[in-house]
Nanobody, 127 residues
């Protein structure tokens, strides 16, 4: 079993930055694809960013490309999401997730391709 715990959310103003952290426990996640998703009330959970096991490849949703950066530190079993130039439209609960897919060509972007989830952290961006 893997436990994922997000932290770093909060209330910020448009244009500000936040860094989300995801701490994994239970086993090492150094061979797993990790991702960040977000969700707002009444909407489906949507892919934000993903990263391969060694960080060599990343993928971003068009809405965050150029503003968000996903990274990982396998020595600490941690995954991060640096969010810059935040917009009110980025307001959501952000979830860290671990994919059950292995040795894939492309980073999974669908929620059902991820098997473990954190409890989420709220990010609110005011205008």
């Amino acid at each position: 079993q893997v436990q994922l715990v997000e932290s770093g959310g909060g209330l910020v103003q448009a244009g500000d930055s936040l860094r989300l952290s995801c701490a994994a426990s239970g086993r090492a996640v150094s061979t797993d694809i990790m991702g960040w998703f977000r969700q707002t009330p009444g909407k489906d959970r949507e892919f934000v960013a993903g990263i391969t096991w060694n960080g060599s490849r990343t993928n971003y949703a068009d809405a965050v490309k150029g503003r968000f950066t996903i990274s990982r530190d396998n020595t600490k079993n941690m995954v991060y999401l640096q969010m810059d130039s935040l917009k009110p439209g980025d307001t959501a609960i952000y979830y860290c997730a671990l994919s059950w897919k292995l040795r894939v060509v492309t980073i999974p972007v669908m929620p059902n391709e991820y098997g473990y989830w954190g409890q989420g952290t709220q990010v609110t961006v005011s205008s």
